[in-house]
């Protein structure tokens, strides 16, 4: 008759090891990042992932941007201004009516005062204009998710929505 041997956790099998949870280390943020050209997309993505520590999921027109806000929460939706069909503001719009708590930067090469001034106006937390600083871009997206710049800050806070410059 064989003795039955008792394992202890040190000797169990790497199988039956117990694992940390996955839950117990706090979520990175999601970034939804809305552009129509690949090669920004390409070139932004690996900067967030790496430098701000987010999670990217990527659109290339506003229409697809919109479908994955309706199925998931985003910290922060990164936005060009000019796509194909539904333009960047009128995904500001959208967004702001549908999922007023998250907050939309907009980044676009046709970024001037009038149109970020409608941006603003449509609920924009800020803005950069194409191309941009990558410390001026990492910082705004700190901020923002950091809730220095969300939404639509109250008066009251003094904090106030920006137009970041390079």
Known sequence: ???????????????????????????????????????????VRPILEEHAGVRVVEAD???????????????????????PRMNGLELVKVLRQEHPGVPVMIVSGSLNEAVWRRADRLGA??????????????????????????GRPSRASGRKRRMASS
């Open 1 to 43: 008759m064989k003795s039955k041997q008792r394992r202890t956790p040190a000797t169990s099998a790497p199988s039956l090891r117990r694992r940390p949870s996955r839950s117990s280390a706090p979520a990175r943020p999601l970034v939804l990042l809305v552009d129509d050209q690949s090669t920004f997309r390409l070139l």
């Open 61 to 83: 027109t506003s229409e697809r941007a919109l479908e994955l806000a309706r199925r998931r929460r985003f910290d922060l939706v990164i936005s060009d201004i000019t796509h």
């Open 125 to 150: 937390c800020c803005g950069l204009a194409k191309p941009f600083n990558v410390k001026t871009f990492l910082n705004a997206v700190a901020d923002v998710l950091k809730g220095s710049i969300r």
